[in-house]
């Protein structure tokens, strides 16, 4: 929201500190103040003038005028394309030194074989609009030689704030004009207190469905549509961000950023009959304003005639019924339209808009009347218009009362609030408060989020200055902190990192051709029902997908050798629609959390990781799973698979106590091709869940034994049968070697007539130490004998060279 200062000062005329502080108090406050924009400091030596004479130059193949401009001070001569003035017109007048926004400087010139001593200006070229049809004609009056920047107050200072959901009321001038008086202690004067007429049977208005529960309908009649918009409407427009377009769609946006209730101009001689708000129908379609043909789905709520949908309520107009340049009678609608009807809608039909921004945060539903009657009064002041009959049509239900134990504030802070402090800081906010111990609170219309006490108590302290806050750190309670799940998962998590892995989040959201990509459609992942995007609409049956796309992403910014994890849910399923959905209003009961529960997808955790470039090894995928098992105190074992999307030959299952609880290995050839991936990357999943609850059924590990004495290292190279799994006898040497043994891992695999044809040589490395002692020679031989004879007993190995 682009809040121009001079605007906001209207409502607070006595403030009095600059834009640096005001904006440094509306961010002690809780608003995001990202930037002060300033306008027309670059401006200078622009002033009024009046046409003296005109004559048209012949010979070109546009329209050139030479005229005379007298300043007061002098007469100037210049030489201007533009046709919209006459002789005796005030003009705003840039004199030689001069200078225009982006740096534009005059100078004295000589152009179309006369000289041009200045320059007439546009709007456009005052940074006053984006662009203009020609010159800024100035009001009769207008002094002459004043300066224009002066006179049309083009300097400003603008407050850029970044409007969060809950703070809808502050997406207008009058919401920040609110803050910034509570802020500085000084008045507010309302915009919104006007007297509007009573409802005198206008235009005849329906209310079909509760997702609006307010709509005021005025009929203007005697507009006048060739009346532009006055430079001072344009202007604050402008530096609020919108473009001016028209006097009755200006006027509307006036309104909107002034009171934050969005308003919309029908045609009135376009409406055929009553105007109804329901849900679209099946088969019914709307022509918006922005040109797109619109199916409309049957959430969709709708502003209705005799002859169908003619908006799409909160969001956008309908073009058969848009104001034109022909328009003379208008319907002007100010309604009040539930956020979530609103939401959905504009998510639907991918169609942000200023209306849907307010909506969605939440109007003031009794702000209706007030907007419209100001819309009113300026079309019948600028429009030359006649305001005619009001119709309001009034479904609104009360809003209950809040309560809030006056302590409560200070009990949240950590700090001590006085009871005086707890009611001025509400008052001040808007609410209506009563009592004494245990405050009765009615929120203001205009502050829907207020909803329970927890956002009062938050008001509370919010204005009192968060700063004020103590910065302690609390005392946990004995006994307490990490359940034994939450500290199993991140031994999982940091075995991996210590692994060499990058840890990384990834959205939980895929598209469907990735998921049927990888093999993975047999999960049944869920699809969203409201998806932040078509093109991801279901929820990730496994982490592969997140994952390969994080490493396409660093592939992609020249980073090729690429080891990533992730630990967090994945989806099967597409779960059941709960029986009954609960009301917000109170805690839900323990049977509905628990059908709520049972509704749901599974959602079990997994713990996942891609390898790519020079890390893209098999044995180093699968090795980190293990030991991430082993962090655990689980010994995972490995045989070879055959799972979708790895290369059926280099697969690898793991299974714990002899079912399958993950796989690892390279990806299959065709998808590797059909995503773009790197050449033969290698990727790896577990079931966490599985591995956790099987840790803690197993209790704590021990802490290893560390000894201050130093290893012993050797190799061995063994050769055994090609279909022999380089686990097996991996754990056939870690059963042979003993105690002594503290690490051990393959480091090479040879294949070749060296060692025969069907075999393969397998190099590990054994590393051994004793907790109390140097180890001998001798005890080093004997323990790497003996585990070299337990996996020549289970698998036939051969010591390599022998």
């Known amino acids: 929201m682009r809040v121009p200062l001079s605007w906001l000062r209207t409502f607070v005329p006595q403030l009095t500190a600059s834009a640096e502080e ?20 670059d401006v200078t030596g622009v002033v009024v ?83 203009s049809a020609g010159i800024l004609v100035l009001p009769e009056g207008s002094p002459l030689g004043a300066d224009v ?66 709509y005021v309908a005025r009929t203007i009649t005697g507009f006048d549509p060739a009346v532009p918009s006055p430079a001072w409407l344009q202007r604050r427009l402008v530096l609020a961000g919108m473009r001016p377009i028209s006097l009755a769609v200006d006027v509307t ?13 029908f045609d009135l001689a376009t409406l055929q009959g009553p105007v109804v708000v329901r849900r679209a129908r099946a088969g019914e379609r709307l022509a918006t304003l922005d040109g797109q043909d619109r199916a409309l789905h049957p959430g969709d709520l709708v502003i209705t005639d005799d002859s169908g949908p003619v908006a799409l309520a909160g969001v956008m107009g309908g073009a058969a019924t848009e104001i034109s340049d022909t328009t003379t009678t208008i319907l002007l609608e100010s309604a009040h339209f539930e956020p ?9 039909h991918r169609l942000p808009s200023e209306a849907s921004k307010r909506f969605e945060r939440g109007v003031d539903h009794d702000l209706a009347p007030a907007a419209a009657e100001a819309a009113v009064r300026l079309l019948v002041e600028l429009g030359g218009a006649t305001a005619g009959p009001v119709s309001d049509v009034d479904q609104r239900t009360p809003r209950p009362q809040l309560r809030l134990p006056v302590g409560k504030p200070g009990q949240v802070a950590g700090r001590t609030y006085e009871p005086a402090v707890v009611r001025r800081r509400l008052v001040e906010v808007g609410c209506q408060v009563e009592g004494d111990g245990v405050l009765l609170v009615t929120p203001p219309s205009w502050r829907p989020d207020l909803t329970g006490a927890a956002e009062l108590v938050e008001e ?45 989040v990834t959205p939980p959201f895929v598209g469907e051709p990735l998921v049927d990509g990888l093999g993975l459609s047999g999960h049944a992942p869920p699809r969203l029902l409201n998806p932040l995007s078509e093109e991801e609409a279901l929820l990730r049956p496994a982490l592969l997908p997140g994952l390969l796309t994080a490493l396409l992403r660093n592939v992609g910014r020249g980073l090729p050798d690429v080891a990533l994890y992730e630990t967090g849910s994945v989806f099967r399923g597409a779960g059941e629609p709960a029986a009954e959905v ?33 890390r893209a090894q098999v044995g180093e995928a699968v090795e980190a799973l293990v030991v991430t098992g082993r962090a655990l105190g689980l010994e995972l074992t490995v045989q070879r698979g055959q799972e979708a999307p790895y290369h059926p030959g280099r697969c690898a299952v793991l299974l714990l106590d002899g079912e399958p609880v993950g796989t690892a290995g390279e990806l299959h050839p065709r998808v590797v091709t059909r995503l773009g991936l790197p050449a033969r990357t290698v990727a790896g999943e577990v079931d966490l869940d599985r591995l956790v609850a099987a840790a803690a059924a197993r209790g704590p590990v021990p802490a290893p034994v560390v000894s201050s004495y130093p290893p012993s290292s050797v190799d061995v190279a063994l050769v055994v049968a090609d279909e022999v799994l380089a686990g097996d006898v991996e754990r056939s040497l870690r059963a042979g070697a003993g105690e002594l043994l503290e690490a051990m891992g393959l480091f090479d695999v040879f294949t070749g007539p060296q060692v025969g044809e069907g075999r393969k040589s397998l190099a590990y490395a054994l590393r051994f130490r004793a907790p109390d002692r140097t180890l001998t020679d001798a005890e080093v031989l004997a323990a790497r004998d003996a585990a070299v004879a337990r996996a020549a007993a289970d698998h036939g190995a051969v010591l390599r060279g022998t």
């Open 460 to 504: 509370v302290i919010r204005l009192e200055g968060y700063d004020t806050v103590p910065v302690a750190l609390p005392t946990a309670p004995a006994g307490r902190g990490l359940t034994e799940s939450q500290r199993l998962r991140r031994t999982a998590s940091r075995a991996l990192a210590a692994a060499g892995l990058v840890e990384v």
């Open 149 to 214: 920047v002066a006179l049309l107050q083009l300097r400003d200072e603008v407050l850029d704030i970044a409007v969060t959901p809950d703070r809808g009321y502050t997406l207008s001038v009058r919401g920040v004009a609110r803050e910034a008086a509570t802020a500085f202690g000084v008045p507010f004067e309302d915009p919104a207190l006007l007297p509007v007429p009573a409802a005198d049977g206008g235009y005849e208005v329906r209310l079909d469905d509760p997702g609006c529960d307010r």
């Open 582 to 614: 609960p009301k917000t209003s109170q805690r839900p009961s323990d049977e509905q959390l628990a059908a709520l529960d049972a509704a749901l997808p599974a959602q079990p955790r997994h713990a996942g990781l891609v390898l790519a470039g020079r």
């Open 49 to 131: 003038g009046r046409v003296l004479d005109v004559e048209l130059l012949e010979g070109h193949k546009k329209p050139i005028r030479y005229c005379h401009v007298d300043v007061g001070a002098a007469v100037h001569e210049v030489v201007c394309g533009a046709t919209n003035f006459a002789v005796g017109d005030l003009v705003p007048f840039a004199v030689p030194g001069a200078s225009l926004p982006g740096g534009f400087e005059i100078a004295t010139r000589k152009t179309y074989g006369r000289i041009s001593d200045g320059m007439i200006c546009s709007e456009a070229e005052l940074g006053m609009a984006d662009d």
């Open 253 to 265: 946006n006036h309104v909107m950023l002034e009171l934050g209730q969005p308003l919309h101009a």
């Open 340 to 348: 979530s009807s609103v939401t959905r809608t504009a998510r639907r």
């Open 22 to 41: 005001v904006a440094e108090a509306l961010l002690r406050a809780g608003l995001e103040v990202e930037q002060v924009h300033r306008y027309g400091e």
